[in-house]
Structure formats: structure tokens, C-alpha cells
């Protein structure tokens, strides 16, 4: 598989919320971020079972989705110098985002 550009990333990010919420994005970037080169920079948080949001896809009033995950992800934190959490990061799930909804 072709590996995709930060320019492709982003524009696929657009289109998939577009289908998802029915209406045009809100403003999406595409970051990078550092990972520590070493595991002990990383804090293990814990798993994730299901992930919840308020969405008012199509057109609804503001709607809470559950959605339990078949496999767990991990919750990791990231460290800044001064020992402050600067970044969350979730690993280890497959989610695909359709315009029914979430799938994973």
C-alpha cells in the first residue's frame, strides 16, 4: 500500500467527516507528533473499552453515541520537561468511520 502524504491524510480526514456528519468540516489539521525514543517517556493510562461523543449528525439535536469496542486500545500520555501531560495518545484499535457511524 502506497503510503499517504500529510495533504492526502487530511483530505481523506475532510471527506470522511463529511460523509459521517452529513455537512461540511470544521476546521481538521493534520499533526505530527514526536514519540519519545524511549518507553519510559510514555505513561500507560489504561484501556479503552468504548469511546463516547455528542454529535448532531444529520441535522439532530446534539445526540450522545456509545460505542463499545470489540478490542480494547491503550491510553498512553506523553510527558513534557516539566512532567505535564502534552499530549494523549490512542493506540491499538482499527475504527472505521462510515456514514452510519463508527465501526471497530
Same mark, same amino acid.
Given at each position: ?12 480526514? &475532510?471527506?470522511?467527516? /463529511?460523509?459521517?456528519?452529513? !455537512?461540511?468540516?470544521?476546521?481538521? $489539521?493534520?499533526? +505530527?507528533?514526536? =514519540? ?11 484501556? &479503552?473499552?468504548?469511546? /463516547?461523543?455528542?454529535?448532531? !449528525?444529520?441535522?439532530?439535536?446534539? $445526540?450522545?453515541? +456509545?460505542?463499545? =469496542? ?32 463508527? =465501526?471497530?
Amino acid at each position: 500500500m502506497k503510503k499517504r502524504s500529510p495533504k492526502q491524510k487530511t483530505e481523506l480526514a &475532510i471527506d470522511k467527516y /463529511k460523509k459521517f456528519h452529513q !455537512k461540511d468540516s470544521a476546521k481538521i $489539521t493534520f499533526d +505530527r507528533i514526536d =514519540l519519545p525514543e524511549k518507553k519510559d517517556k510514555l505513561i500507560f493510562v489504561g484501556k &479503552i473499552p468504548e469511546i /463516547k461523543y455528542i454529535s448532531d !449528525k444529520w441535522g439532530r439535536r446534539p $445526540t450522545l453515541y +456509545r460505542h463499545t =469496542l470489540k478490542k480494547h486500545g491503550n491510553i498512553l500520555a506523553k510527558l513534557n520537561d516539566q512532567g505535564r501531560v502534552s499530549t494523549i495518545i490512542i493506540s491499538g484499535l482499527n475504527i472505521n468511520i462510515t456514514k452510519e457511524g463508527l =465501526l471497530g
